[in-house]
């Protein structure tokens, strides 16, 4: 019996909040913090002390991935743009003024980029005014190498304008659907060239402040690197994890390849490992939502934006160090500041509503994409997020006919669907193009089935051209 059915037996929604959304600590008087009695933006940041180290985090970690350009928009909108550092070093000052102290970046982040600006901005700055996470990136083959990876981790070093790193991570581990597969990459990526030996000997050479992974895909890996700390052979000292309340009972229904947050936050909590969480809005995907949706949340709370709910929402479970967002423009830094200074915790029965918000997404069946890019560039050129953005923006809009089951708004909806496709991805980079070459399925965080899912949106264009 999955959890979420067992849960459900013994009486719904709200036993499954009362255990694991716990309201969260205050470090300074260790008092419960009451959601009656926060408002939101009218205090400082909340903090979450770390046991290992005892590091007092901000409970907002800004994620370096999404920086702004030159050209306007994000690094993932316009790669090929530079960096626009002026402002990345405002919204740097801002966060730090503000209490944000947590910055994640990777070497692998806005085409390589990111760990230079990060460390542009951050340098301006007392080293002990923050943190900085990094990771070793070698998804490469050619960086498998010893020399290649010790390579990396020296030139983030150098990027960061650092001596040492505060949090350290194995990039994206488990990243396979097929478990030789991936055994088989985290074995090449970090045991048999003897990095991660060498990585734990650069911490107790004080170059590495603290130790750990993030995670994606076969949960085999997750396991077993937690069997290795149970047995003394490796110590994590946090780890890294996608979790937001859509993903929290439904990720393996979404994808049977992937993990149901409840397990891996509950795994690293009997264990006491901190977590980090990435995705609180599943790229964007719970920030988004349909109209119906958001009446909901707006009936509720009329002044609440509908991304502080997923917000709250990831901040609150105890055990969590950091929830991470990457922000590109200052008004995204300046809402979720207000989402934190303090965390309002959620609340038993503001749970309850949340899962019943997950279930009326999940019947949506979208395509869980979050847009991260990792799948680009594709070697024929097609638009892989772009493509599965419009596909999900337009069920969520109601704008997704069937062909074969017509009612009165099929023309309308039919128009919307092939016009906002043309828009919004060229001719040559749309579905039509795929080959099923399979290079970017390996590479996908959330193992999507790109070739399939490419085949299937094709289809669905090709029928509505051809039922007008």
Same mark, same amino acid.
């Given at each position: 019996?999955?959890?979420?059915?067992?849960?459900?037996?013994?009486?719904?929604?709200?036993?499954?909040?009362?255990?694991?959304? $716990?309201?969260?600590?205050?470090?300074?008087?260790?008092?419960?913090?009451?959601?009656?009695?926060?408002?939101?933006?009218?205090?400082?940041? &909340? @903090?979450?002390?770390?046991?290992?180290?005892?590091?007092?985090?901000?409970?907002?970690?800004?994620?370096?991935?999404?920086? #702004?350009?030159?050209?306007?928009?994000?690094?993932?909108?316009?790669?090929? =743009?530079?960096?626009?550092?002026?402002?990345?070093?405002?919204?740097?000052?801002?966060?730090?003024? *503000?209490?944000?102290?947590?910055?994640?970046?990777?070497?692998?982040?806005?085409?390589?980029?990111?760990?230079?600006?990060?460390?542009?901005?951050?340098?301006?700055?007392?080293?002990?005014? @923050?943190?900085?996470?990094?990771?070793? =990136?070698?998804?490469? /083959?050619?960086?498998?190498?010893? %020399?290649?990876?010790?390579?990396m981790f020296e030139n983030s070093l150098k990027e960061l304008q650092t001596s040492y790193v505060d949090y350290l991570l194995l990039h994206s581990i488990g990243g396979s659907s097929e478990e030789?597969?991936?055994?088989? %990459?985290?074995?090449?990526?970090?045991?048999?060239?003897?990095?991660?030996?060498?990585?734990?000997? +650069?911490?107790?050479?004080?170059?590495?402040?603290?130790?750990?992974?993030?995670?994606?895909?076969?949960?085999?890996?997750?396991?077993?690197?937690?069997?290795?700390h149970d047995e003394g052979r490796y110590h994590w000292d946090f780890v890294q994890i996608e979790l937001n309340y859509l993903d929290w009972d439904f990720a393996d229904e979404i994808n049977p390849?992937?993990?149901?947050?409840?397990?891996?936050?509950?795994?690293?909590?009997?264990?006491?490992?901190?977590?980090?969480?990435?995705? /609180?809005?599943?790229?964007?995907?719970?920030?988004?939502?349909?109209?119906?949706?958001? !009446?909901?949340?707006?009936?509720?709370?009329?002044?609440?934006?509908?991304?502080?709910? $997923?917000?709250?929402?990831?901040?609150?479970?105890?055990?969590?160090?950091?929830?991470?967002?990457?922000?590109?423009?200052?008004?995204?830094?300046?809402?979720?500041?207000?989402?934190?200074?303090?965390?309002? /915790?959620?609340?038993?029965?503001?749970?309850?509503?949340?899962?019943?918000?997950?279930? +009326?997404?999940?019947?949506? !069946?979208?395509?869980?994409?979050? $847009?991260?890019?990792?799948?680009?560039?594709?070697?024929?050129?097609?638009?892989?997020?772009?493509?599965?953005? *419009?596909?999900?923006?337009?069920?969520?809009?109601?704008?997704?006919?069937? /062909?074969?089951?017509?009612?009165?708004?099929?023309?309308?909806?039919?128009?919307?669907?092939?016009?906002?496709?043309?828009?919004?991805? #060229?001719?040559?980079?749309? $579905?039509?193009?795929?080959?099923?070459?399979? +290079?970017?399925? #390996? *590479?996908?965080?959330?193992?999507?089935?790109? #070739?399939?899912?490419?085949?299937?949106?094709?289809?669905?264009?090709?029928?509505?051209? &051809?039922?007008?």
């Amino acid at each position: 019996m999955k959890r979420r059915d067992f849960l459900q037996t013994l009486g719904g929604a709200a036993v499954a909040s009362s255990a694991l959304l $716990a309201a969260c600590k205050n470090d300074n008087n260790n008092t419960t913090v009451s959601s009656e009695n926060v408002t939101d933006g009218n205090g400082e940041m &909340t @903090y979450r002390t770390n046991p290992n180290t005892g590091d007092r985090v901000s409970l907002l970690g800004y994620g370096m991935m999404r920086l #702004p350009v030159e050209a306007g928009g994000s690094a993932r909108e316009n790669p090929d =743009s530079p960096i626009d550092q002026d402002m990345v070093n405002q919204q740097v000052d801002y966060a730090l003024e *503000h209490g944000v102290n947590y910055f994640d970046t990777s070497p692998a982040y806005c085409k390589g980029q990111s760990e230079h600006s990060t460390g542009i901005a951050l340098a301006r700055h007392p080293r002990d005014k @923050y943190f900085i996470a990094t990771k070793l =990136s070698n998804f490469d /083959p050619r960086t498998w190498s010893r %020399t290649a990876s010790q390579q990396m981790f020296e030139n983030s070093l150098k990027e960061l304008q650092t001596s040492y790193v505060d949090y350290l991570l194995l990039h994206s581990i488990g990243g396979s659907s097929e478990e030789k597969d991936a055994i088989q %990459t985290f074995n090449g990526r970090y045991m048999d060239n003897g990095i991660l030996d060498w990585l734990v000997e +650069q911490k107790t050479k004080g170059r590495i402040r603290n130790l750990g992974f993030s995670y994606h895909g076969d949960i085999k890996i997750f396991d077993m690197l937690l069997q290795w700390h149970d047995e003394g052979r490796y110590h994590w000292d946090f780890v890294q994890i996608e979790l937001n309340y859509l993903d929290w009972d439904f990720a393996d229904e979404i994808n049977p390849r992937n993990t149901d947050a409840s397990y891996l936050y509950e795994e690293l909590r009997k264990r006491g490992i901190p977590a980090v969480i990435m995705e /609180p809005l599943l790229g964007g995907r719970l920030a988004n939502l349909p109209d119906y949706i958001v !009446k909901q949340m707006q009936q509720r709370e009329p002044q609440s934006p509908v991304a502080r709910w $997923a917000f709250r929402y990831a901040g609150t479970p105890e055990g969590v160090l950091c929830v991470l967002s990457g922000m590109t423009y200052m008004e995204h830094l300046k809402e979720n500041l207000a989402t934190y200074s303090p965390l309002r /915790p959620i609340t038993d029965e503001e749970n309850a509503f949340l899962m019943d918000i997950a279930r +009326q997404v999940y019947d949506l !069946k979208n395509v869980p994409c979050t $847009a991260c890019n990792y799948c680009m560039p594709c070697p024929y050129g097609i638009n892989i997020p772009a493509i599965f953005s *419009h596909y999900n923006k337009c069920i969520a809009e109601g704008n997704h006919p069937h /062909p074969d089951d017509r009612d009165e708004n099929y023309s309308r909806q039919r128009r919307a669907f092939l016009v906002g496709y043309d828009r919004s991805v #060229p001719k040559l980079r749309q $579905a039509s193009h795929c080959i099923g070459c399979g +290079q970017c399925a #390996p *590479h996908c965080p959330q193992q999507i089935d790109i #070739p399939t899912e490419m085949r299937m949106i094709d289809d669905y264009v090709e029928k509505l051209k &051809t039922n007008g």
